[in-house]
């Protein structure tokens, strides 16, 4: 069977060259499998994302649902999940508290035709070639500030008023809110986060998430202890997508929402390809970048439409897929339904997962997120190291944007001089 690379530059979905390759009962068992394993890891974690960047469960898991569907259906890989990401907690986060919950949608919505604009006209190449070092640089940086945005409900704390976007005063309001610190939602969210690193690594075939959060919303609705609840700050989830509706729309709207839609873009179109890059890696096929950017368009639209959030290719999830068996984005289709299903029947049992819990497992994922060993290696060059550190600190202090733009042009500089310049003379 070719592996793709002949036919990568083309746009067409490879759900399309999976039914023409020849589709088996095997092969949609094995589907089924990885569906329902993906769909388990998927439920948390949408809720959890959700509530981090400021609205409702809920969203989080319309985005999973009908954005996911959208790009496994017309992806231009075999194996990517699509659905919300812990790297946009923090965009969302600002757009929401800027523009609204309406802000937010339309600036999905746009930043979907962005994506889809840059796949139709075969620009997918740029966005790889993003140097490296940029990229790890913002990615620990979202996923130090991804664990700051978590300290509030991980300790229970109550602000004076609306918690700070940046950094610095960030954590500025929340030490001043220390003295309503809950030691209950800290044994919470800790006994969480401990649960998923310690099944991760003794039993990593378990859904350690889903296990985690379910034992703590049990442990905390059996003994009645303080810790405050989905339930308790959003009130019930659907039952349900809800109907579909396009944002209001308007050239005063647009121009407000257009810088946030470009870094929505930019970062979804980057982690997009680096996660069907690591797919392509666990399975020796090649995606169709344009095609697979094209699919994160359309389906970034769909999710505003139903009032998700944004959405891009996870690498986790799938990292996920591929190790549970998956052998077509049939798999991937299947997870949205397994997720519709679960709100359609199960939906009340979300409101007893406490908020510490939903941030215990988002401790995990900035652990995860953040590359470490990675972080540490691209110290050991001056060039590489100044590139890094421009871009991780200005992620941290300014925004993601700044970040990778500072980042990209000090790359393209010392590239510039590596030319120009003699090396001994640097």
Known sequence: MPDGSASAH?????????????????????????????????????????????????????????????????????????????????????TVGRLGVEGLLLTVALSGVMLALIGFLRLGSLIRHIPHAVTVGFTCGIAVTILASQLKDLAGLHLAGPEPGLLAPKLLALASA??????????????????IFAIRRYRPVWPGMLIAVAGAAIFVSLFHLPAQTVGERF????HGLPPPRLPPISL???????PAALSFTLLGGIESLLSAKVADGMTARKHRPNMELVAQGLANIVSAVF???PVTGTI???????????????????????????????????????????????????????EKAEFRRLLTAWRTAAVLLATFGLTLIRDLTTGIIAGCLLAALFALLRHRVPEEGL
């Open 252 to 258: 005063a709207l647009v121009m407000g929402v257009l």
């Open 235 to 238: 009130g019930s989830l659907p």
């Open 178 to 195: 220390a003295p309503t610190f809950n030691p209950v939602a800290l044994a919470v969210g800790g006994g969480v986060a401990t649960t």
């Open 316 to 370: 986790a999830r799938t990292a996920t897929n591929v190790r549970a068996g998956a052998r077509s984005p049939v798999a991937g289709m299947l997870h949205s339904a397994f997720l519709l299903l679960f709100i359609l029947i199960a939906a009340p049992l979300a409101g007893y997962v406490p908020l510490a819990a939903l941030a215990g497992v988002l401790v995990v994922v900035s652990w995860n997120m953040a």
């Open 307 to 309: 009032g998700g959030l």
């Open 10 to 94: 083309l746009l067409r979905p490879k759900i399309a060259t999976t039914f023409r390759e020849g589709y088996s009962l095997g092969m949609f068992r094995r589907d089924v499998l990885a569906a329902i394993t993906v769909a388990i890891v998927a439920l948390p974690l949408s809720m959890a994302i959700a509530v981090a960047s400021g609205v409702s469960p809920d969203r989080g898991l319309y985005a999973a649902i009908a954005g996911g569907f959208v790009v496994s259906a017309l992806g231009g890989s075999r194996f990517q999940i699509g659905g919300p990401a812990g790297a946009f907690i923090v965009l969302v986060a600002a």
